[in-house]
């Protein structure tokens, strides 16, 4: 099983500062690896696929960098809405064995 | 819009049993691999299990291999999961999410808002 490690665990930000995010794979996983975003008492939220692919109606904020092991999700000018949990996904295997980060949580300062 | 409602969630009892169900809209239900991901409370996310398009092919994460199993209906746009021998761990909100698969593996672009499985005697 390929173990995905994000950190920090909790990040506080000023509005419009920059926030970074990382995540770690166990092996390398190429640029096979997701981002998404939780609010409180919602579904997780798809922002980024393939390292640094914007999904759809995504803002251009958002930002994902990396390959191989090493990943990173910026976001340029913290909002208030960008208040939440954020999860990295890797998805290289075959069969199926798909894994998520523990997730790091984004508070506004 | 895609569109994905659960159901089915509830309380039971160690051992038991339970069926979720996920009903989709807004996409090609038939031509899509579908997934159950959950997440106990204040907690992380897990992919559970992963079902291809036609329903030839299941798969499902370890800890319930051989006790849960992943069913779908490509003419009503839904799919299944029937849950048997519960265990208290698996206490936790279940998602369906409609897969993108590039190549291998799969990430989740679309996402139900979810129903709580509580496992408790």
């Known amino acids: 099983e390929i173990v995905m490690t994000q950190s920090p665990a909790t990040l506080s930000v000023s509005p419009g500062e920059r926030a970074t995010l990382s995540c770690r794979a166990s092996?390398?996983?190429?640029?096979?690896l997701a981002w998404y975003q939780q609010k409180p008492g919602q579904a997780p939220r798809l922002l980024i696929y393939g390292a640094s692919l914007r999904a759809t109606g995504i803002p251009a904020r958002f930002s994902g960098s990396g390959s191989g092991t090493e990943f990173t999700l910026t976001i340029s000018s913290l909002q208030s809405e960008d208040s939440a949990v954020y999860y990295c996904?890797?998805?290289?295997?075959?069969?199926?064995?798909?894994?998520f980060g523990q997730g790091t949580k984004v508070e506004i300062k | 819009e895609v569109q994905l409602l659960e159901s089915g969630g509830g309380l039971v009892q160690p051992g038991g049993s339970l069926r979720l169900s996920c009903e989709a809209s807004g996409f090609t239900f038939r031509s899509a691999w579908m997934a159950w991901v959950r997440q106990p409370l204040g907690k992380g996310l897990e992919w559970v299990a992963t079902?291809?398009?036609?329903?030839?092919?299941?798969y499902y994460v370890d800890s319930v291999r051989g006790r849960f199993s992943a069913s779908r209906d490509n003419a009503k746009d839904s799919m299944s999961l029937q849950m048997n021998s519960l265990r208290a761990e698996d206490t936790a909100v279940y998602y369906c999410a409609k897969e993108v698969r590039p190549l291998s593996g799969a990430f989740f672009d679309s996402w139900g808002q979810g129903t709580l499985v509580t496992v408790s005697s």
């Open positions: 996904q890797q998805y290289l295997n075959w069969p199926p064995q798909e894994t």
């Open positions: 092996q390398g996983v190429s640029d096979n």
């Open positions: 079902i291809k398009h036609d329903g030839s092919e299941k």
